[in-house]
């Protein structure tokens, strides 16, 4: 059964550190992993794509990395800001242009950043 | 370009009363998928419409229905509400091109409180 693990399932960190967010997944075969930042009371928003060649993605202070042979992928955040509070949701697609029956969501995880 | 919408945003219904939501998607985008999101299951897809043909059906009860409209804008119906449908409901478009394809844009969806 296709399967997409987080953790921790939350995180309390301070304003300006770093943290480093885990999911691991079993989906086969494997296209593409998504990461999400969903804030509270909205819609996810996408962050980062990596498909099975590539093994890293930044986008601003978001990094994500994907180990395709141990199914592994991290969201490491730098620099945290108090925006930063939300959900963090990975999201794992089997194959190329398929629907969205395909997806394997992740339960998420909560963030929290303290002044 | 305008993302997507959904209405209304929130909604207090009954137990045993039906509700209708409205999604539409960023325009040309055709297809459009709903998902209902609750604290404990993370996200769980319902269907999915492309060119006002369900494409995908998840797991859930028949009292869960779709549809969608020539203009690509979507209703999903839930017949004789149960409390355990209180949840946020998630509407997302896609259009997909390429490798990346399936990327969705998630609307900021439709709270329900069953009482």
């Known amino acids: 059964k296709n399967q997409v693990e987080q953790s921790p399932q939350s995180l309390i960190i301070l304003e300006g550190k770093n943290c480093t967010l885990q999911?691991?997944?079993?989906?086969?075969?494997?296209?593409?992993l998504r990461w999400y930042k969903q804030d509270t009371g909205r819609g996810p928003v996408s962050l980062t794509i990596m498909t099975f060649s590539e093994n890293t993605k930044s986008n601003g202070r978001y990094t994500a990395t994907l180990d395709a042979d141990t199914k592994q992928s991290s969201l490491h955040i730098t620099a945290s800001q108090l925006s930063d509070s939300a959900s963090y949701i990975c999201?794992?697609?089997?194959?190329?242009?398929?629907?969205?029956?395909?997806?394997?969501f992740g339960k998420g995880t909560h963030l929290i950043i303290q002044p | 370009k305008a993302g997507v919408t959904q209405t209304p945003r929130y909604l207090i219904k009954t137990r045993g009363q039906q509700v209708t939501l409205s999604c539409s998607p960023i325009s040309g985008h055709r297809s459009v998928s709903w998902y209902q999101q609750t604290p404990g299951q993370g996200l769980q897809f319902l269907f999915e419409y492309f060119s006002e043909t369900q494409r995908n059906k998840g797991n859930f009860p028949g009292r869960f229905s779709g549809r969608q409209f020539s203009n690509s804008r979507s209703e999903m119906n839930v017949s004789t509400l149960e409390l355990g449908d209180s949840a946020l409901y998630l509407c997302?478009?896609?259009?997909?091109?390429?490798?990346?394809?399936?990327?969705?844009?998630f609307g900021p969806g439709t709270r329900l409180t069953v009482t």
């Open positions: 999201v794992v697609s089997p194959y190329s242009g398929g629907g969205a029956d395909g997806l394997t």
């Open positions: 997302a478009s896609s259009f997909p091109t390429g490798q990346e394809s399936y990327e969705q844009y």
């Open positions: 999911c691991n997944y079993t989906v086969s075969p494997f296209s593409n």
